[in-house]
């Protein structure tokens, strides 16, 4: 069970001066620093060299998510500008892949900037450049409470993803505290990205080059990769004292068959690569533990769900290979979940004995977890990468820690 020990917020931050946080990316990705955690102790390394710290037949999870450009402005006629910021999608699908592949009207649930100004029943119109042709895009305010925005356009042709590209913004993170360039569209998006639907980088992933991936690949650690659509959720503040009370956001999260297959077969080290594959792969588990109790589970972690069990449990092995064998019965080639699952110190991790990783905001819900994934070593590691002026945040340098 959770112990109904209180942690406190305050535990969980430390002094990150402004001049530490990268508001930039390096000229190339591979340059960034490297702190390895391991066995108690810290050494220091060139991203580049990563494939020489990890031993050889392990398997490395990355999350091939793609950001979207998930900002779009739209100007009132009396001149105010409206800012939407996409959520999730709502209709035609839930389901985000669905809803970027829709070329009819959607639904999403959205941040709205200027909300106030935003009449009811007022439909906003602009024009943009897609395909050759200017299309003009409508949007209107369905649900003023719950920030939900419907958004038509004239093409019947353009699938919604076509839209968003046109007209969208990259959605970098609030404390970069500057306007997107150019070269953002690139460089805040991983080289391996493939599946739309993130507001949010998966920033342990921006470092890797195909060189760093053709190295990993020929000392035999093996890549496998699955989905997690970060949410915007990822940076929100923890604001109550015990920080177990904090309401953790839903993100989706999508497996193939084949990912089950090769992660029940792997014989060395699994590592996550960031903290949204940890949590893809810890939440895999948790859903394989509710089929071995109900066939009909619904793929839906709930935040504190892992810390409701005692005693011993099946290895991640086996509970990989009942959901292989549950998506053979159902023939399904792809599994879809949400998960809300909540990391924190306490937390026993099932699949995962690496994690490569930056340098997280204070007192957010990632220092939880990496406090919980090295036995809160987490004040130590972040020391002496301040001492040792690594970049933090999103664009900053990376770590590589081993339970």
Same mark, same amino acid.
């Given at each position: ?35 390895? *955690? ?42 105010? *500008? ?203 588990? *948790? ?117």
């Amino acid at each position: 069970m959770a112990e109904n020990t209180p942690l406190q917020k305050s535990d969980y931050f430390y002094d990150l001066p402004e001049d530490r946080i990268a508001k930039f990316p390096l000229p190339q990705r591979d340059q960034s620093k490297l702190l390895q *955690w391991k066995d108690g102790k810290v050494s220091h390394h060139s991203f580049y060299n990563l494939p020489d710290l990890i031993p050889s037949g392990s398997l490395m999870v990355f999350n091939n998510t793609k950001v979207i450009p998930a900002r779009m402005i739209f100007q009132r006629k009396s001149g105010a *500008w409206i800012e939407i910021f996409l959520l999730k999608p709502l209709l035609p699908s839930e389901i985000i892949q669905l809803a970027m592949e829709s070329t009819g009207p959607v639904v999403w649930e959205s941040m709205i900037g200027n909300l106030k100004k935003w009449k009811e029943g007022e439909i906003l119109e602009n024009e943009w450049p897609i395909a050759g042709k200017q299309v003009k895009i409508s949007v209107e305010l369905v649900d003023r409470q719950k920030m939900l925005v419907s958004f038509r356009w004239q093409e019947k042709a353009l699938a919604f993803a076509e839209i968003v590209e046109a007209a969208g913004k990259v959605p970098l993170p609030p404390y970069l505290n500057r306007e997107a360039t150019r070269e953002d569209a690139e460089r805040y998006q991983t080289v391996y990205s493939e599946v739309k639907g993130a507001v949010a980088a998966p920033t342990a992933g921006l470092h890797f080059t195909p060189e760093v991936l053709q190295h990993l690949s020929e000392k035999n650690i093996n890549a496998e990769y699955l989905t997690l659509h970060v949410g915007a959720g990822t940076f929100q503040p923890i604001k109550q004292e015990d920080v177990k009370l904090h309401p953790m956001h839903s993100e989706e999260v999508v497996y193939s068959r084949e990912n089950l297959y090769n992660l029940m077969r792997a014989e060395g080290k699994i590592i996550a690569v960031g903290t949204t594959s940890m949590r893809s792969l810890e939440s895999l588990y *948790w859903f394989g533990i509710m089929l071995f109790s109900d066939e009909n589970a619904v793929f839906t972690i709930p935040k504190d769900y892992a810390y409701e069990f005692q005693g011993e449990l099946p290895p991640a092995r086996e509970v990989f290979e009942k959901i292989h064998t549950w998506m053979k019965q159902k023939q399904l080639t792809k599994l879809v979940g949400h998960t809300e699952i909540y990391i924190y110190p306490g937390y026993t991790f099932r699949v995962v004995s690496g994690l490569v990783t930056n340098f997280h905001q204070p007192g957010s819900t990632l220092i939880l977890l990496v406090s919980a994934f090295t036995n809160d070593s987490w004040k130590r590691i972040y020391k002496e990468a301040l001492l040792n002026n690594y970049r933090f945040l999103s664009y900053g340098d990376s770590s590589i820690l081993w339970q």
